[in-house]
Every structure is written in structure tokens, then in C-alpha cells.
């Protein structure tokens, strides 16, 4: 098992990125809340990772703390809820935003995460609410603060990147254009898709 990995980024194309491990490139998926706390391309990074083997594939996920893979490891757990909806979820709201929706029962707010339904919704109310007690609700804000990557790209060319994003993160292409489509011009991809997860959240 896989649990951590320290190395220098050098791809980081939401949702996926590529870490340099003592020259081997380890290809890992990412909730948006991670890879916009990730510094650019030639940095060293450190993430705590969780491997899914399957029959047809090795899939390693990356996260910047270990209390998101945590919330990962518990998601998977519910039924219905496989990796890249867990991703999905992680990365329309930190660890603290959901444990505040399940604790009070605000199935609305989990609605507005992309591929999560009202049954859904209300399964993961249930079958987490129980697991959160013994959970610190701290008062980090995970977008806080973040420092922006310098990506040099062009602005039509950030916002496509950003629209690619978001529907890899289970939002449908018409969706996700308008979702991008309300933001300000000349933003980063990073940016973007910050603002566009924010006010689908708020609604």
C-alpha cells in the first residue's frame, strides 16, 4: 500500500496530476480542494495518497491533508458512492462544510454536488452522521489563503481548461460553460474553478 508520496510536481491538469518520485512519475486524481492548495509545477509537494486496485486498473488519490483522506475513505465505504464521486464531493466542499451539512441534515446543499441526488443526499446523512463524533470540527478554511499557480496560459484558454475540470468532476458540458461562464475574465484555471464550486455551493 501506498500511503504517502514526497516529490516534485510536474503536471497538474485538474482532476489529475503527475508527481516525480526518485525518478518515477506516479500519475494520481485529486479533489479540487487539493490541487488548489498545491503550489505550480516544479515544487516539491507532499501528499498522503489512497490506492484503489481494481481488475482493470491501479488508481492512486492524492490529498493534501490527512483528515480529507479520511473523509475519502469513509465516503467510498457508503453505498453508492465509489472514488470519483467521493472526489466530487471533496471538491464542492472541505471536510469541515460537509461534516456541518450531515450533522444538520442539509440535504439541499449535498444536492448541489454534482452527481449526488436527493437519495443519495439523504443515504449519506444516515450512513455518516454516526462516524463524525469522534471527528475535530477545526476551523481551517481549505481555500483560505491559497496561493495561486502561474499558469501563463491565455484567458480563452484557462477557461476551457477549467470547464474540462469541472466535467471531469461529474458536472454536465452545459453545466459546467455556464458555471464558467459567470466568472470574471482574465482569472487562472485555478481560480475558476474556485469560484464556479463556491457559488454552486452557496447556491
Not at 163 to 189: C, F, H, R
Request: charged residues 25%; proline residues 3%.
Amino acid at each position: 500500500m501506498i500511503g504517502r508520496l514526497r516529490g516534485t510536481l510536474l503536471e497538474k491538469q485538474p482532476p489529475g496530476l503527475v508527481v516525480d518520485v526518485g525518478g518515477v512519475g506516479y500519475e494520481l486524481e485529486a479533489s479540487m480542494t487539493t490541487l488548489l492548495a498545491l503550489p505550480g509545477v516544479g515544487e516539491t509537494i507532499q501528499l498522503h495518497t489512497h490506492l484503489t486496485v481494481r481488475e482493470d486498473a491501479h488508481l492512486l488519490f492524492g490529498f493534501a491533508r490527512e483528515k480529507e483522506r479520511a473523509l475519502f475513505r469513509a465516503l467510498i465505504k457508503v453505498n453508492g458512492v465509489g472514488p470519483k464521486l467521493a472526489l466530487a464531493i471533496l471538491s464542492g466542499m472541505d471536510e469541515d462544510q460537509f461534516i456541518r451539512c450531515v450533522m444538520d441534515d442539509d440535504i439541499k446543499a449535498l444536492t448541489r454536488l454534482p452527481g449526488v441526488g436527493k437519495k443519495t443526499a439523504e443515504r449519506l446523512v444516515i450512513e455518516m452522521r454516526d462516524r463524525f463524533p469522534q471527528w475535530t470540527q477545526a476551523t481551517e478554511n481549505a481555500l483560505a489563503g491559497l496561493e495561486q499557480a502561474a499558469t501563463g496560459a491565455s484567458a480563452s484558454d484557462s477557461r476551457a481548461d477549467a470547464e474540462a475540470a469541472l466535467v471531469a468532476l461529474g458536472y454536465k458540458p452545459t453545466e459546467a460553460a455556464k458555471m464558467i461562464a459567470a466568472q470574471d475574465e482574465g482569472l487562472s484555471t485555478e481560480a475558476l474553478i474556485k469560484g464556479a464550486l463556491a457559488r454552486k455551493l452557496a447556491g
